[in-house]
């Protein structure tokens, strides 16, 4: 979730909050962990089970992130709740980090909150030499998850609320980002990498890292809209089946290169299925330039 590698947490004990089961943290929450990172929580609970997945950036370098799986409880002898990444979904490179966080629900001014900072005489270390987390402010902004990942699927509860939970994403903050990413996407020059011709209307994408798996991640647009965003290339294919717009004839596929992972520029092998034709390509991006890639729709 975060770039610091360890942190070791000494609680003390903190004023009594209200009891587990009137709270409800099933949502998404946004705000600050420390003055130099926004986080983005998606929350689950079941009962005093949580579970979700988070999303976190630098505030000056958004193009730094990581994308986590947790889990979570509550304690009853400390009363708060505590969650600990499981796995990476995605991140930027790997100087990102698993980390734990250790949390307080509140009602401030009828806002809901999660709030934690580290009371006086506590002790909240790091590794020698990094910045210490000293304070997590959080604000509900959705009552649900902004999507439901595979995993969060065993933590919902069941019957009714599940349904809800699960049928409504919270879609404002899926635009907003959307929008963001679009207008990075405008501020770098497009770059016409390959021009095919195609007679089919649905076509096959397989995007592997080029060569060397080194944490490349890129986001992919069509025809100037995003499809996917932060998609960590590997050996194992990113596919799209896409199906063309009819109502026109040239088609276009960006790539914009969200990092340059380890050895620059990002780079992708890019297999494509129209028909009975099969293409290799290659595509080259980096922090300037945007790979284009052109299709011209010429039905039989």
């Known amino acids: 979730m975060f770039f610091f590698k360890r942190y070791i947490i000494f609680l003390f004990p903190v004023l009594l909050i209200s009891n587990v089961h009137a709270q409800d943290l099933t949502g ?6 420390n003055k130099n990172s926004f986080l983005q929580l998606n929350i689950v609970q079941n009962g005093e089970r949580i579970c979700g997945y988070s999303w976190h950036y630098l505030l000056k370098d958004t193009q730094s992130f990581c994308k986590t799986y947790f889990e979570g409880c509550y304690s009853q002898t400390l009363k708060i709740w505590g969650i600990n990444d499981v796995s990476f979904i995605n991140r930027s490179d790997s100087s990102h980090a698993l980390m734990n966080l250790a949390f307080h629900h509140r009602v401030q001014a009828k806002a809901e909150i999660l709030l934690y900072r580290p009371a006086a005489g506590s002790l909240l270390l790091s590794i020698a030499g990094e910045e210490p987390m000293n304070s997590l402010y959080l604000k509900k902004v959705s009552n649900k998850p902004v999507e439901i990942i595979e995993r969060m699927k065993d933590c919902l509860p069941a019957g009714k609320a599940s349904q809800e939970i699960a049928a409504g ?3 404002i903050q899926k635009m907003t980002d959307s929008f963001n990413l679009v207008t990075k996407v405008k501020q770098r020059k497009n770059v016409e990498q ?5 007679n089919v209307k649905t076509i096959n994408l397989k995007l592997f890292d080029n060569a060397v798996t080194d944490g490349d991640s890129v986001s992919i647009l069509y025809n100037g809209k995003l499809i996917l965003t932060h998609q960590l290339l590997s050996e194992k294919a990113i596919e799209l089946n896409l199906a063309l717009d009819e109502a026109q004839t040239r088609h276009e596929i960006t790539l914009f290169a969200e990092n340059l992972g380890n050895i620059p520029p990002n780079t992708a092998l ?10 290799e390509l290659f595509a080259s991006a980096n ?4 790979a284009v890639l052109v299709f011209d729709y010429k039905p039989k």
């Open 28 to 33: 998404t929450w946004e705000g600050r962990l």
């Open 169 to 171: 994403p919270a879609s």
């Open 194 to 198: 390959s021009h095919l011709d195609v």
């Open 270 to 279: 890019i297999i494509i299925t129209a028909g009975d034709k099969r293409y």
């Open 287 to 290: 922090l300037k330039e945007n």
